[in-house]
Structures are given as structure tokens and as C-alpha cells.
């Protein structure tokens, strides 16, 4: 036997993900924003954005890479900080979307019955209203702030990710090794937390990775509606600034905010292809 | 068949109950009392009280959510709040401006992707469907607001091929102001639904019945428009027919940025007015809308693959 078959699963989608060259970069780039974002929090080494530090609409210029705003602020340093939110609002709508969708998924999955009919009834109850007016509505009677932004985004999350373990988990519970686990002795916690759902994770990396894209470009949407974050730099907010601006030739705050916004959610889309195959049992070892 | 629709219509009610659920605890349970926030801040404690008697909101909940229910059954939504309309001859207006905007341009979009799918799908792995699969990933990374705000500004202001704002019902006057919003449309649909079309047709592409076909002679061409599109049919009648009812519900942003006075600027105005009544009214019709189009994409498939039966 030799070295790569004793490989596991894991290990092998690892090296898979690396070997393949965009998908790496992507990486690296999700975690170079990702470390900026715990800089901009913890406030450490990063360009003042909140003093004005010259007059209002300079263009971009040796000093002020991206210009500066109305109140002659940096705008690069806006970008840099605007990292944080929406690294932020990506992490927090995941770890408020996925838990959901996957117990949600896995239970009605699992149990079947009743059980998966009301939960079924739910999921579509859920999914027939569309998400928009479903973000509007919760960011609309929670007020303004990050805070609605992140329960918007979160409880609208996780319908798909349901959906999807829900499948999985039925098909899966009838496979050997789960009548195996139940000769054993194994009780229904055991073999749907222990057995089950280790086999699904790969879904839950992909989707996390959809979540974060998808929380990054509603956040913008939001702010446009007026609805996201106060008193913070964030790329929604300067996109949504653009507005008056265009008109007066400044296009700097929206080209600044928009790439930044791209590089990251492409990084995202890239990898989250990648991790599908990477991820896929069936290519192992391909 | 019939008993399958039959069943299908009838499970619209648990959901509906569910749906009003849903916006009832969002806008009677969690929003708190509007009424101090309609009348302001130097509201009397009388004026108060006669504004909640006249909303129907000092009834228990119970009889309030049953009002939400009552209303997606019967399609009566009361006034609007901001400018006391009836709110169904609001939407009754606002439809037009609104699909003349979203039809012809998910028409476009829609074929446009499937015929762009089968050319990269045609040349797979080959630089043309690199560069196009890279052009879909990038295109879907740039977000909506900032493709809206550069070509109204770049295309309407900069160089004045189309109208900046505003709308016009008659045809074909409404054609200069939908035109440019409509093509915004189709750019943003193209990136995910070539990615998509794309995939379902690969899905196929090695099926034993494409060899098949192959093998007896037929064109790669015969073989994906004859063979494969009409096997990919399924997935992407769903992909398609569940898009129609946000087309009813209009393009929200679109709207907002090109002031047409459409069904999404409907209820952006709301939004912007803590309008309650014409929001939930939005979101109970766009969820039957849903559900009677998820119904359609069943019977659709019985159309495109005579194997699948319903029961």
C-alpha cells in the first residue's frame, strides 16, 4: 500500500486544494483579509481613517492613495477598515446560519415522519417569502446598526443549507455503516452526530464559503437601503456615498470599495469552487 | 394529475398560515406599537388610543393574526398607512411600470444565458470557456450597487444614450426609460445563470445516451441542442419558472435608482416610511406568488420529461 492510499479524506482534499494554484491564492487572500480585519478590530497598525487629515475630494495622490472623502479623510485607509465589517458580518451570519441549517437539515433528515413534515412546512413557509423582503422587513423593525444586519442575514441563511443536509442525511441513514452503528448499540444522538454528519461537513465548508460572499454583497445592499451599518467605515456605506458623488467626477470612494469588495468575494467564489472539488469523495485521489 | 394539483393547492394553506405567521410575529409581535411613531412625538394619549382602536391593534393577538390571514385569502390589505391608498390599487398600478421592465429583460437574459451555456459547454475546457466561465465568476463578484451606479452614471449622464430617470407608461416611450435598467438586468443575471446552465449541461454531456448519439453519427450540434438541452430541461425549468415571481415583485434596487414607479419602489417607499401595511401586503402576495410558480415548475416538468409522473 503505498503512501497516498492511507491518506485520509481530509488530508487528501488538503492537498488536492493546494496543488491547485487559483485556489491557493484565493486562500491567501481570504486570510490576508482576514487578518486585516482582526488588526481593524483590535486596532493595531492601520491607517487613522476618522481625522480628517486634508481638504474635502482630494483625487488620489501620493499621500492619499485612494483620495479622500467629504470631511478629507483617507479613503484608503476607509477600505482598509471597512475589511472589518464585512469579514465581520460574513463570520457572524455563518455562525448564525449554519448551526440553524444543519441541526434543522439533520433532524428532519434523520427522523423522517411528522417530524420532517413540519419541519418540511417550515422550510417552505420559510423559502416562499422572498429573502429581500424578508431583510427589509427584520432590518425595518430591529432598527439600524450592525447588529439587525447580522440577525437579517443570519436568519435568512439558512434555508439552502437545510435543504441540502436534510437530503444527505436520508440518503446516508440508511448506509451500512449507520445499521452498523445501531447493531452496536448505537442510540439515534450517536448515530446522527458521531456518524452522520461528519460525512456531510464537506457541504457545510461549501456553503460557508457562499455564506460569507453572499453576507458581503447584501451588507452593501443594505447600506444602499439605508439600513446597515452607522458611524463605521464599511464598503456598503461608501458605495452608498457614491451616489452624490459620481455626478462631481469623485470616483474614488466607490472604485476603492468596490474592488476591495471584489478581490474578496471572488477569493470566495473561487475557493468555494475549489472546496467542491477538493471535497468531492468521489475524485479522491485524483 | 389533477388529484396531484388538487393536493398541491391545497397544502398552499398550511403555508400561507405559516407565511402569515411569519410576518405577523415580524410586524404585530416584534415591531412594538406604531402608533406613537405615526403620530409623533406630541401625540395626545387619546390620539393614541383612537389610532390603535381604528388599526385594529388593541385587539388580542390572537384576532390580529388572524387578520393577517384573512387578508392573503382575500387579498384585502386595507390603506396605506403614508398615503392612505388603497394598497391593492397601489400594486394594481405599480405591476405595469414594473414587469415591462423585468419581463423583457429575464426573456433576454434567460436565453441568452442557455445559448451562451451550450457555446461554452460546446468548446468545455478550452480557453473560450475558461475565459467566459472567469468573466461569469468575476462579473458575480461586483456588487449590484456599484454595476447600477457606474452605467446610469457612465452610459445616462456621461454619454446620454438613455433617459438618467423616470418612466413613461406608453409604448414604446417606456422602452428609453427600461432600457438601460433592463440591460443592468441582464448583466447581473448572466455571471450565475451561465455558471449554472453550464453545469446542468455537463451534467449530461456524459451520459450514455450522448455516446449514443455520438457514436451514430449525429453533429455535436445536433447532439446538445436535440439530445442534451432536452434532457437538461428539468433543472433549468426550475431554475427559470421560480425567478417569475420576483419579476412580479419588480426589480427592487433597479427601481429605486432609475425612479420607476414599480411595484419594488412600492415598497421601498414603505420601507423608507415605516409603511406596515404595504410591506406585509408585499411580502404575503410575492410568497403565494411563489408558491403557485413552484406548483407551475412541477406541472412543467410532467411537459419536458414525459417519464416524470405526478401522483
Request: aromatic share 12%; hydrophobic share 50%.
Amino acid at each position: 500500500m503505498s503512501a497516498q492510499d492511507t491518506k485520509s479524506l481530509w488530508a487528501d482534499a488538503f492537498s488536492r486544494l493546494v496543488r491547485d494554484r487559483w485556489a491557493l491564492i484565493s486562500l491567501v487572500i481570504v486570510l490576508v483579509y482576514a487578518g486585516i480585519a482582526v488588526l481593524a478590530t483590535i486596532g493595531w497598525g492601520l491607517p487613522d481613517w476618522k481625522t480628517s487629515q486634508a481638504s474635502e475630494y482630494l483625487a488620489p495622490n501620493g499621500q492619499f492613495w485612494l483620495g479622500t472623502d467629504l470631511f478629507g479623510r483617507d479613503v484608503f485607509a476607509k477600505v482598509i477598515h471597512g475589511t472589518k465589517i464585512a469579514m465581520s458580518v460574513g463570520l457572524v451570519t455563518s455562525l448564525i446560519a449554519i448551526p440553524i441549517g444543519v441541526f434543522i437539515g439533520a433532524i428532519a433528515g434523520y427522523f423522517g415522519g411528522w417530524i420532517d413534515d413540519i419541519i418540511s412546512w417550515f422550510i417552505t413557509t420559510f423559502s416562499s417569502i422572498p429573502n429581500i423582503m424578508l431583510l427589509i422587513s427584520i432590518t425595518l423593525i430591529m432598527g439600524k446598526g450592525l447588529v439587525s444586519v447580522y440577525l437579517a442575514l443570519g436568519i435568512t441563511g439558512w434555508v439552502g443549507l437545510a435543504r441540502l443536509i436534510r437530503g444527505e442525511v436520508m440518503k446516508h441513514k440508511e448506509r451500512e455503516y449507520v445499521h452498523a452503528a445501531s447493531a452496536i448499540g448505537g442510540g439515534h444522538f450517536r448515530k446522527l452526530f458521531i456518524h452522520i454528519l461528519p460525512n456531510v461537513t464537506h457541504l457545510v465548508i461549501i456553503n460557508t464559503s457562499l455564506q460569507f460572499q453572499t453576507a458581503i454583497k447584501s451588507e452593501v445592499i443594505l447600506s444602499y437601503l439605508g439600513l446597515g451599518v452607522q458611524g463605521e467605515p464599511s464598503w456598503g456605506t461608501m458605495i452608498d456615498d457614491a451616489r452624490q458623488e459620481l455626478a462631481r467626477g469623485v470616483w474614488w470612494q466607490l472604485a476603492g470599495a468596490t474592488f476591495a469588495m471584489f478581490l474578496v468575494v471572488l477569493a470566495f467564489n473561487i475557493l468555494g469552487d475549489a472546496l467542491r472539488d477538493s471535497l468531492d469523495p468521489k475524485l479522491k485521489g485524483k | 394529475m389533477t388529484t396531484y394539483i388538487i393536493r398541491r393547492l391545497l397544502y398552499m394553506i398550511p403555508v400561507i398560515f405559516g407565511v402569515s405567521f411569519i410576518i405577523f410575529v415580524l410586524f404585530n409581535v416584534v415591531a412594538g406599537d406604531p402608533a406613537p411613531l405615526l403620530l409623533g412625538k406630541h401625540a395626545t394619549v387619546q390620539q393614541i388610543h383612537d389610532l390603535r382602536e381604528q388599526l385594529g391593534l388593541n385587539k388580542p393577538l390572537f384576532a390580529q393574526y388572524m387578520d393577517v390571514v384573512k387578508s392573503a385569502f382575500t387579498f384585502d390589505f386595507g390603506r396605506s398607512w403614508a398615503t392612505r391608498q388603497d394598497i391593492i390599487e397601489m400594486i394594481r398600478q405599480g405591476a405595469w411600470p414594473s414587469l415591462t421592465l423585468t419581463i423583457p429583460a429575464f426573456m433576454i437574459s434567460t436565453i441568452l444565458s442557455i445559448l451562451l451555456a451550450l457555446v461554452v459547454a460546446f468548446y468545455r475546457g478550452k480557453g473560450i470557456d475558461l475565459t467566459i466561465r472567469f468573466l461569469c465568476i468575476a462579473g458575480q463578484s461586483i456588487s449590484s450597487v456599484a454595476y447600477i451606479l457606474f452605467f446610469q452614471y457612465f452610459f445616462a449622464y456621461k454619454l446620454g444614450w438613455f433617459e438618467i430617470s423616470g418612466y413613461e407608461p406608453e409604448f414604446p416611450v417606456f422602452l428609453s426609460y427600461v432600457a438601460l435598467p433592463g440591460i443592468i438586468w441582464i448583466v447581473l443575471s448572466l455571471g450565475p445563470d451561465v455558471r449554472f446552465f453550464r453545469t446542468v449541461i455537463l451534467d449530461e454531456i456524459y451520459q450514455d445516451y450522448v455516446r449514443t448519439a455520438r457514436a451514430k453519427g449525429l453533429g455535436e450540434i445536433t447532439v446538445l441542442l436535440k439530445h442534451v438541452l432536452r434532457n437538461a430541461m428539468i433543472p433549468i425549468i426550475t431554475y427559470v419558472v421560480i425567478q417569475i415571481p420576483f419579476l412580479i415583485l419588480g426589480a427592487l434596487l433597479l427601481e429605486s435608482f432609475f425612479s420607476i414607479p414599480g411595484l419594488g419602489g412600492i415598497t421601498l417607499n414603505a420601507l423608507n416610511s415605516s409603511d406596515f401595511p404595504v410591506i406585509k401586503a408585499m411580502a404575503v402576495l410575492s410568497s403565494i406568488a411563489y408558491i403557485l410558480f413552484s406548483l407551475l415548475t412541477d406541472v412543467l416538468y410532467t411537459l419536458a420529461d414525459p417519464r416524470v409522473k405526478l401522483k
